[in-house]
């Protein structure tokens, strides 16, 4: 169990960001150098602000909760993770409920101390959702990846979507016309997208005529493929038949390391009504198919006997697998004390093995994205996926744009301008 000492310590000094970038022959020393081998280490969001998860065994009980001492200022909502880099989705601390919230872009690179300030092509908003990928060469080698940042949310035009995507070596933004106003399928706001081996990942709606008039929510996986820079067809999920998405049934969707270096992604399905629940893996994926297998399935009858509810994706949901270890966690809002909690279920016994206290659930201030009402709630965690792996991609900041004063004129020089 984790002991209450460890709750705001600052993070490893591997993954402090006190410097915002290094010097030239520090970044060439680290360009010849590969990263070192690291202990398991996750990130996760709670109460606003950045926690790493270090020192976990395979039954999760011992455990090391440290604060990242970053982005202190901001309260940040989700983390995605890609290559090494972590993109942060923050807003201001004190909510003006007068004002406008706009989240902020931040691109950090935990291993090499380096972040980055991403600025909007025009502003950004609350109900943006957002990816981090990279564009492959024909060759795979990971030197040639140029990394990217995909955002989409409502468009100019009522129940029409923007898409648009950024280029992070180029420091620009681009709207892409190949997708935008699609009127087939939708994302909703919960779902983030997750980066499997340079694409993104999402779980994507789809309403089709059912019994006796009624229409019924169909659920499929989609890619984006950020080298094509397009989303690809809908691939099927393992429990498509038995979804039911207005039962109280839930989905979320993670990604793991299959035997140390390979990106699969894994998605859970389920929830307090049922019953039960799923969590599938895939054995193959890329932007046009998938292949799944069953991880592990729950039959706890009612979920409150150990405190689990996984009734709404606003209790939580987010999750992990370890493959290797055979167990899946998955981190939810305690809403009795209220806590953060991690669940740990194990695929060999098919059962609940333990569950650890992560720390004091707050009530903090938050702003409904569609009314922009401020309430006052506790949030649950939400992890970011796989765990991190050390990466050399730079951070890089882009180039100062100096704008062009203007000469101001004198009287005599205006006269002759005037003749």
Same mark, same amino acid.
């Given at each position: 169990?984790?002991?209450?000492?460890?709750?705001?310590?600052?993070?490893?000094?591997?993954?402090?960001?006190?410097?915002?970038?290094?010097?030239?022959?520090?970044?060439?020393?680290?360009?010849?150098?590969?990263?070192?081998?690291?202990?398991?280490?996750?990130?996760?969001?709670?109460?606003?602000?950045?926690?790493?998860?270090?020192?976990?065994?395979?039954?999760?009980?011992?455990?090391?909760?440290?604060?990242?001492?970053?982005?202190?200022?901001?309260?940040?909502?989700?983390?995605?993770?890609?290559?090494?880099?972590?993109?942060?989705?923050?807003?201001?601390?004190?909510?003006?409920?007068?004002?406008?919230?706009?989240?902020?872009?931040?691109?950090?690179?935990?291993?090499?101390?380096?972040?980055?300030?991403?600025?909007?092509?025009?502003?950004?908003?609350?109900?943006?959702?957002?990816?981090?990928?990279?564009?492959?060469?024909?060759?795979?080698?990971?030197?040639?990846?140029?990394?990217?940042?995909?955002?989409?949310?409502?468009?100019?035009?009522?129940?029409?979507?923007?898409?648009?995507?950024?280029?992070?070596?180029?420091?620009?933004?681009?709207?892409?016309?190949?997708?935008?106003?699609?009127?087939?399928?939708?994302?909703?706001?919960?779902?983030?997208?997750?980066?499997?081996?340079?694409?993104?990942?999402? /779980?994507?709606?789809?309403?089709? %005529?059912?019994?006796? =008039?009624?229409?019924? *929510?169909?659920? +499929? !996986?989609?890619? #984006?493929?950020?080298?094509?820079?397009?989303?690809?067809?809908? /691939?099927?999920?393992?429990?498509? %038949?038995?979804?039911? =998405?207005?039962?109280? *049934?839930?989905? +979320? !969707?993670?990604? #793991?390391?299959?035997?140390?270096?390979?990106?699969?992604?894994?998605?859970?399905?389920?929830?307090?009504?049922?019953?039960?629940?799923?969590?599938?893996?895939?054995?193959?994926?890329?932007?046009?198919?998938?292949?799944?297998?069953?991880?592990?399935?729950?039959?706890?009858?009612?979920?409150?006997?150990?405190?689990?509810?996984?009734?709404?994706?606003?209790?939580?949901?987010?999750?992990?697998?370890?493959?290797?270890?055979?167990?899946?966690?998955?981190?939810?809002?305690?809403?009795?004390?209220?806590?953060?909690?991690?669940?740990?279920?194990?695929?060999?016994?098919?059962?609940?093995?333990?569950?650890?206290?992560?720390?004091?659930?707050?009530?903090?201030?938050?702003?409904?994205?569609?009314?922009?009402?401020?309430?006052?709630?506790?949030?649950?965690?939400?992890?970011?996926?796989?765990?991190?792996?050390?990466?050399?991609?730079?951070?890089?900041?882009?180039?100062?744009?100096?704008?062009?004063?203007?000469?101001?004129?004198?009287?005599?020089?205006?006269?002759?301008?005037?003749?």
């Amino acid at each position: 169990m984790m002991s209450d000492e460890l709750v705001g310590e600052k993070i490893l000094t591997s993954t402090s960001p006190k410097a915002v970038g290094s010097t030239d022959a520090g970044k060439e020393a680290e360009a010849e150098a590969a990263p070192p081998a690291q202990p398991p280490q996750l990130f996760l969001t709670m109460n606003g602000e950045i926690y790493s998860l270090e020192r976990f065994q395979e039954d999760f009980v011992h455990v090391s909760v440290n604060k990242v001492d970053f982005l202190n200022d901001l309260d940040v909502s989700k983390l995605y993770h890609c290559d090494g880099l972590v993109l942060c989705v923050a807003t201001d601390k004190k909510k003006d409920k007068d004002k406008k919230e706009e989240p902020k872009l931040v691109l950090w690179n935990p291993y090499l101390c380096q972040t980055r300030w991403i600025e909007p092509r025009e502003e950004f908003n609350r109900n943006n959702r957002f990816a981090i990928g990279y564009s492959s060469s024909d060759d795979g080698s990971d030197s040639q990846r140029n990394h990217k940042i995909l955002r989409f949310g409502p468009g100019d035009e009522p129940d029409k979507m923007g898409f648009e995507i950024y280029d992070i070596k180029c420091n620009t933004w681009r709207v892409l016309e190949v997708v935008i106003n699609n009127p087939v399928w939708w994302i909703g706001y919960n779902q983030g997208g997750v980066s499997v081996k340079g694409n993104a990942y999402f /779980l994507a709606h789809h309403l089709i %005529d059912g019994l006796y =008039g009624y229409q019924r *929510d169909e659920i +499929f !996986l989609l890619s #984006f493929d950020f080298t094509q820079e397009t989303f690809g067809p809908r /691939l099927s999920l393992p429990f498509h %038949d038995s979804f039911d =998405g207005f039962s109280g *049934d839930c989905m +979320f !969707l993670s990604n #793991f390391l299959r035997r140390g270096d390979d990106e699969q992604l894994a998605v859970l399905f389920g929830g307090y009504e049922s019953g039960f629940f799923e969590i599938w893996v895939t054995l193959t994926v890329d932007p046009n198919r998938a292949s799944w297998s069953k991880f592990l399935r729950m039959d706890p009858g009612p979920f409150s006997t150990y405190g689990f509810q996984l009734c709404t994706p606003l209790s939580g949901g987010s999750f992990f697998v370890d493959e290797d270890n055979k167990v899946a966690v998955l981190f939810e809002l305690f809403n009795h004390k209220p806590v953060h909690k991690a669940f740990v279920f194990g695929q060999d016994c098919r059962r609940f093995k333990s569950s650890v206290d992560l720390g004091e659930a707050l009530i903090l201030e938050n702003r409904c994205p569609f009314t922009n009402r401020v309430s006052m709630a506790a949030r649950p965690p939400l992890v970011c996926s796989s765990p991190y792996r050390p990466s050399l991609v730079q951070v890089i900041q882009p180039p100062l744009v100096h704008k062009r004063k203007r000469k101001r004129m004198s009287p005599s020089d205006q006269r002759k301008r005037i003749v």
